[in-house]
């Protein structure tokens, strides 16, 4: 027979914050936070030293999380480099469809911390440095012309992506769009022989 355990106060404010400064961003008040979490304000500065450190704490926990989809998602594609970036674009894509999308938490993160000095930014500049360097090493293996450029492209067509599928979720999804433009910066370094058009299309 085994028991559940409650998780104790720092896991508690981890899961609240998680989960509010996803919904509502990084601006949530800290009584919104205590409340949610069940925890007293002490247990804020104990663990985190205030809310910038739980803010930072919360990017890096999603940070992991989000770089082993990311890894995932490429390798449930197989092991042709066009296939798993395109993968990443389509699955990408899935996700700003869904009802319960708000975005993605790094770019709203980097947009309200006014502070440069916020711990939180680094941990959103890491998490673009690794993504980068999935994409470069999968742009180096397809014998890509300038695969750092076409990483940087890459990472710019993801934040477009997701920040359209926040902004406009009304409108028609930008998925098919951005699978479009994803072919274009993978095969636009190709040798042209090395081009192939028939991965396949996943409906978002």
């Given amino acids: 027979m085994t028991t559940s355990t409650k998780p104790g106060p720092r896991e508690r404010l981890l899961l609240a914050a998680q989960e509010l400064t996803y919904t509502h961003g990084v601006g949530v ?20 030293g205030g809310k910038d450190g739980l803010i930072a704490e919360v990017l890096r926990r999603s940070t992991a999380e989000d770089v082993a989809e ?21 699955r990408l894509g899935r996700i700003t469809a869904e009802p319960d999308f708000q975005g ?12 440069r000095e916020h711990p939180g ?35 710019i067509l993801v934040d ?14 930008p998925a098919a769009a951005a699978r479009e433009l994803a072919e274009h910066i993978v095969d636009a370094g190709l040798p042209s022989a090395a081009v192939t058009t028939d991965a396949p299309r996943q409906a978002p």
Wanted: hydrophobic letters at 45%; one cysteine or more.
């Fill in 29 to 48: 008040g800290v009584d919104a936070l205590l409340k949610a979490a069940g925890v007293a304000r002490r247990s804020l500065y104990e663990h985190f």
């Fill in 70 to 90: 990311y890894r995932a998602t490429m390798d449930a594609a197989g092991d042709d480099p066009r296939a798993r970036l395109l993968a990443v674009v389509d």
């Fill in 104 to 115: 993605c938490r790094y770019l709203a993160a980097d947009l309200a911390l006014t502070d």
């Fill in 121 to 155: 930014h680094e941990v959103t500049r890491t998490y673009r440095r690794t993504l980068q360097g999935l994409f470069t090493a999968e742009l180096a293996a397809l014998g890509h012309a300038r695969p750092d450029f076409a990483a940087d492209q890459l990472l």
């Fill in 160 to 173: 477009g992506l997701l920040a359209t599928g926040a902004a406009r979720p009304e409108d028609r999804p």
